[in-house]
């Protein structure tokens, strides 16, 4: 009996299905799945180019055919790769293996109806927001219309100096742009049941997990982590936020403005309150200072999109790096084309995943497009420097590393550097000078640290299913006034709006968190490669261009790709192996210093 149940076995081991696989097995595998995906990514990320530059029903269905096949793939491969669950695996095989349950931010389910119908739904939605438009019947009865483009230009007008946007005209763009979002509420919801489903397949509990799951340690431990640095760099936004409201207050009348609630979401200078620095007028805290306004020295010095991605680039070669390829400049997209429907939301791209790189902007000649400019080249580089890796691991180290390379290079474009460039006149003198430039960087870097955190808070907490439909908008508020104290423009916000949909990466399904994390690891960056170009001295007071030591650091970073986990990439720029919101504390200390005496006698803080 003994005998013949080894005989059995035996048999049982020789057919192909019972067989064990074996970690040789595992690293073909792997090898294997490169190949398939390399020619999945090329063949998806060109139907995405060609509809974000073009957006037709045509080139709509065509990406999402292709998205759909890549989708198809993904379902199975993960599942053939739970035969290696407990091997013991070499180090590059294991990463690969990891990286692959959690490459997709939209897992489907292998059900192919559902998975065309989740396909159709993202590109649908992505099509909904580059198409969104606000448009109403004029006096003489035409139709007018105006898309976000238009609509950002009015907010952005709030403290305009030949012509300030009223606060009836904020307020009437922002309800406009946030009418256009409303449509889209149904395919959210069933996007959001799919990719649940499709998470759970890859064996997470929703999809919020999923993508908690991408940074090398359990995802409970992601959020706690978050938390963390949120709890690190909330003092110094509430200092800010305790500052410019009182200074809306003043501005606007308390019958606006509440001494003690969240500022509205339209007096900020941007459609989602993100970014402040538009306001800097209203809250410059010394009048009579050298004039810090970049855009009219830009727009005087004739610039335009090309120049202005030029001076990008030499930022980055002054550091010792390549320049970007010819096909750069020939297969961007820089401005708007006309009379088509483009995805104006900026990105970066290696299209085929060989160092064919290219923006896709609607660039605008202001200083908000300058930093953004560098904001894409540094995922050009981080593609630039990677490119020869496995596809898997042409990622950044996280998603958070990959947004923060050209927003830590533009921590280097201080007063001296713009002078160099002659975009300002005069340096800044004496403390007065410094307080205004930290105040103008703050309203960038510090008020964007809520959102950064919220966004995700949001959708984690759809995909848990603790917030149904029926409260989408009213969680989103919730959050809106708990991390960031802003309050919607208008009063309440009922469930016939989706002002989620409002903000590109909600219909586009980009996940979020990685801007939280790139704003606290972008200092993290600047303060490692100012020592390594051995700066003395305050760190706002550092630039690192022109330096080649900080560049070979930054390079030896970024062609690590996503081959080790991000902690080992973190050590080899910063020494460092934990995310550290020191660094963007550090560099503030003098504003912080000086708001804490304004806010004496303030009543801070909101309900
Ligand atoms: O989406 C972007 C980039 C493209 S990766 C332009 N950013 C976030 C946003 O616009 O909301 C950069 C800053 C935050
Ligand atoms: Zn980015």
Not at 195 to 214: P, V, Y
Not at 292 to 316: C, M
Not at 555 to 562: E, F, I, P, S, V
Not at 574 to 580: E, K, P, Y
Request: net charge neutral.
């Amino acid at each position: 009996m003994h005998n013949l149940l080894i005989v059995v076995a035996a048999l049982l081991a020789q057919t192909p299905a019972a067989k064990p696989a074996t970690a040789e097995d595992a690293k073909s595998f792997v090898k294997k799945l490169d190949g398939d995906l390399r020619k999945l990514y090329v063949r998806q990320s060109t139907a995405e180019w060609i509809k974000s530059t073009y957006i037709t029903d045509d080139t709509e269905r065509n990406a999402a055919a292709f998205n759909e096949d890549l989708m198809a793939y993904l379902n199975t491969a993960n599942k053939e790769a739970a035969r290696f669950k407990g091997l013991k695996l070499d180090a590059e095989t294991e990463r690969m293996l990891y990286l692959l349950r959690i490459s997709s931010a939209l897992p489907a389910p292998s059900n192919a109806e559902k998975r065309t119908e989740l396909a159709s739904i993202a590109a649908r939605l992505e099509g909904l927001y580059g198409k969104g438009k606000a448009c109403k019947t004029g006096k003489d009865g035409k139709q007018v219309c105006r898309d976000l483009q238009e609509l950002s230009d009015v907010m952005g007008k709030i403290a305009d100096k030949k012509k300030p946007a009223s606060y009836d005209e904020l307020l009437e763009a922002w309800s406009s742009w946030h009418e256009t979002s409303k449509e889209m509420r149904p395919l959210y919801e069933r996007l959001v049941t799919l990719s649940n489903e499709g998470a759970r397949e890859f064996g997470s509990e929703d999809l919020g997990q999923l993508w908690r799951s991408a940074y090398d340690m359990p995802p409970a431990d992601f959020e706690k982590e978050t938390d963390r640095l949120w709890t690190q760099v909330k003092p110094l936004y509430d200092d800010l936020h305790c500052y410019v409201r009182a200074k809306l207050a003043k501005k606007y009348g308390a019958d606006k403005v509440s001494a003690t609630g969240g500022i509205p979401a339209h007096l900020l200078g941007n459609m989602w309150a993100q970014e402040w620095a538009n306001i800097y007028p209203l809250v410059e805290p010394y009048q009579g200072q050298s004039s810090l306004d970049l855009k009219k020295q830009l727009v005087a010095q004739k610039y335009d999109p090309q120049k202005l991605v030029k001076l990008g680039e030499r930022f980055f070669t002054s550091m010792g790096m390549d320049p970007l390829p010819a096909t750069f400049w020939e297969r961007s997209q820089f401005v708007k084309p006309p009379g088509r429907d483009v995805v104006c939301h900026a990105s970066a791209w290696d299209v085929t995943f060989s160092n064919d790189l290219r923006i896709k902007m609607c660039i605008k000649i202001d200083e908000e497009d300058l930093i953004t400019v560098h904001h894409e080249l540094g995922h050009n580089y981080y593609f630039q420097n990677y490119y020869t890796k496995p596809v898997l691991f042409q990622q950044g180290a996280n998603d958070g590393f990959h947004e923060a390379i050209g927003d830590a290079l533009t921590l280097s474009i201080t007063p001296e550097y713009l002078k160099s460039l002659k975009l300002i006149d005069a340096l800044p003198k004496d403390e007065k000078g410094l307080i205004n430039v930290q105040m103008k960087d703050a309203l960038e870097k510090i008020a964007f640290l809520p959102f950064g955190r919220m966004i995700d808070q949001w959708r984690w907490d759809v995909f848990t299913g603790k917030v149904k439909p029926a409260d989408y908008n009213k969680h989103w508020w919730a959050l809106r006034l708990k991390y960031q104290g802003v309050a919607p423009a208008g009063g309440a916000r009922g469930e016939d709006f989706f002002d989620p949909g409002a903000k590109y990466h909600i219909p586009a399904n980009v996940p979020y968190m990685r801007y939280f994390l790139a704003r606290i690891l972008q200092f993290q960056f600047h303060r490692a490669m100012c020592q390594a170009a051995g700066h003395k001295g305050p760190l706002h007071t550092c630039s690192v261009y022109g330096n080649k030591e900080a560049g070979s650091k930054l390079k030896a970073m970024l062609a690590m790709g996503a081959s080790k986990p991000w902690p080992d990439a973190l050590e080899a720029l910063t020494g460092q192996r934990q995310m550290d919101a020191t660094a963007i504390l550090d560099y503030f200390q003098p504003l912080q210093a000086w708001l804490k005496e304004q806010n004496k006698g303030q009543q801070c803080g909101w309900q």
